[in-house]
């Protein structure tokens, strides 16, 4: 039963809150959920160089902004049977079909998909360039690799902590066993 108050305890509370805040409030939270749509160009930007450096660095293997939207199959309503609900006032876009296949099917999982993939990148940037470890670095591996830039070279590898030579985050234990 602990197990389930600490889970509890670490989500975000929003649900009981937000019938409370006023529908000016709420209107702003709206607007402000959809401002970041103007950075999404930048974002995919970003997100491409990080891929492509790591390719003209010769990686291979690695995730595409693809591998991580759902598939179309999965979403469970189309503009045929989609839901809507009722509005604070008149003109709500809550009202909308058009607005909650376009929020749940295109805004929505593309913008999770970018920052899970842009994620993803930057985190075997930060694996491939430094393999030392600190007290997050095990939230990197999803960024695994198989070597990182300092095991390449052995001069340099003799100069790592004994765990940071063998952290499985960027050594492969595969090629570990060849030796």
Not at 68 to 94: C, V, W
């Amino acid at each position: 039963m602990k197990a389930c108050e600490n889970c509890a305890a670490d989500r975000v509370r929003i649900g009981e809150n937000h019938t409370k805040m006023s529908v000016l409030s709420r209107t702003i939270g709206l607007i402000l959920i959809y401002l970041p749509i103007l950075t999404f160009p930048f974002i995919v930007l970003s997100a491409y160089w990080t891929y492509y450096s790591l390719i003209l660095c010769g990686a291979q293997n690695v995730k595409k902004w693809s591998d991580y939207l759902p598939e179309k199959s999965s979403h469970r309503y189309t503009m045929k049977n989609q839901i809507t609900m009722d509005g604070s006032f008149k003109y709500s876009l809550a009202q909308s079909k058009l607005y909650w296949i376009l929020n749940c099917t295109v805004y929505c999982p593309y913008s999770v998909a970018l920052f899970e993939w842009h994620s993803y990148l930057v985190k075997v940037v930060e694996n491939w360039w430094c393999p030392f470890a600190h007290g997050e670095k095990e939230n990197y591996k999803n960024g695994s690799i198989d070597k990182s830039f300092w095991h390449i070279y052995p001069e340099d590898e003799k100069k790592l902590h004994p765990d940071d030579k063998s952290n499985p985050i960027f050594t492969d234990e595969h090629d570990k066993d060849l030796k």
